[in-house]
């Protein structure tokens, strides 16, 4: 669930990119609720032709990944790819105020999120990632490389410290997540330390590198009116072992025609499950460093914090025991 919240002008917005991008002239603006990070909005220029809009908080590496997206697009020809609309000085984002706002075309249709996936959407996708995981990424060398960093351990420990010295001034949700965390500190700081372990694993491992999306998650899969897949939202893009996307799909029922359908396209890949583990871990301690930060730090309200409050708690306590089955599905899938 997402608010408007973000305190933009959209009539100034609307003017902004009539004067910076390469569109007709745009006559409306909507809010879409969607995204868990930014504010997304629907736009329609004179000639009825919609685009989204995205506005983000100004992230330094946004203009170089909306770059080498257009470049996969244009040059490579992976027309699955939204590329961005460039602005009228040939950028590929615009700063206004402190969002840096992208423009993409606008598909009818649905995220596979929001529909019912099917083995054949399975079979589809498990293609699309497999031709782009084949990109030479030796030609990209300039783009991020992961690191097997936890990026989300000082956001939890701030949580942490939060919640043992809050004061009286609560909510009833800052509450009850600071007494969930006060209760799994032990296992969360335990898990801590088991990233870092994983980590210097990781770094020594022979891996199967190559450009990766970084959130491959249904909710960034298009389906347009005609069928179509596209692949959307590449803020996270990077080099990285191929398990940095395949972990998006390994809970659903067709993962197992999915994995043969990849292996098909790349009979070269190579799996790892330290590294399936690895990225499961990284995702629950992602879920409860971003949904933790909202409800003790977020400026949204009353609604959103209880939005953050229900999708914290499938992460904490950490699921341990459900990751370990769910590691011990993957291998069965991988090797049989």
């Given at each position: ?20 991008f390469?569109i ?18 629907y ?90 995981h084949?990109?030479n ?32 001034s ?97 009979p ?69």
């Amino acid at each position: 669930m997402k608010f408007d919240n973000s305190k933009i002008d959209t009539a100034k917005l609307l003017e902004f990119i009539n004067d910076r991008f390469q569109i007709d002239l745009v006559s409306e603006i909507q809010f879409i609720p969607k995204g868990e990070e930014g504010y997304c909005y629907y736009i329609k220029d004179i000639n009825e032709s919609g685009y989204f809009v995205k506005a983000l908080k100004t992230q330094s590496h946004l203009e170089e990944a909306l770059s080498i997206i257009q470049q996969l697009h244009d040059d490579y020809e992976k027309k699955y790819v939204l590329a961005p609309i460039q602005t009228n000085k040939g950028n590929v984002s615009a700063n206004f105020g402190q969002y840096q706002i992208s423009l993409f075309p606008f598909i009818q249709g649905a995220s596979i999120y929001e529909t019912m996936l099917t083995l054949e959407d399975s079979k589809r996708i498990a293609t699309m990632m497999a031709d782009f995981h084949s990109i030479n990424y030796k030609k990209f060398e300039h783009l991020r490389r992961e690191t097997f960093d936890n990026p989300f351990e000082n956001n939890i420990l701030n949580l942490i410290h939060s919640a043992e010295n809050g004061n009286q001034s609560r909510t009833n949700y800052q509450q009850q997540a600071s007494e969930l965390l006060i209760k799994e500190k032990d296992d969360v700081q335990a898990t801590l330390i088991k990233m870092k372990t994983m980590q210097k694993k990781l770094q020594a491992a022979s891996l199967d590198w190559t450009i990766t999306h970084g959130d491959p998650n249904y909710a960034n899969i298009m389906r347009d009116l005609q069928g179509d897949l596209y692949l959307i939202d590449f803020g996270e893009i990077a080099i990285g072992p191929i398990e940095r996307d395949l972990m998006a799909f390994s809970e659903n029922e067709f993962f197992g025609k999915f994995i043969s359908t990849y292996k098909e396209i790349r009979p070269e890949a190579k799996f790892h499950l330290e590294t399936f583990e690895f990225y499961i871990y990284r995702w629950c301690l992602q879920e409860i460093s971003d949904y933790g930060m909202q409800i003790f730090f977020g400026t949204s309200g009353e609604i959103e914090h209880e939005h953050a409050w229900a999708e914290l708690q499938p992460y904490l306590p950490i699921p341990h025991l459900d990751i370990q089955k769910s590691l011990q599905r993957i291998e069965k899938i991988l090797w049989r």
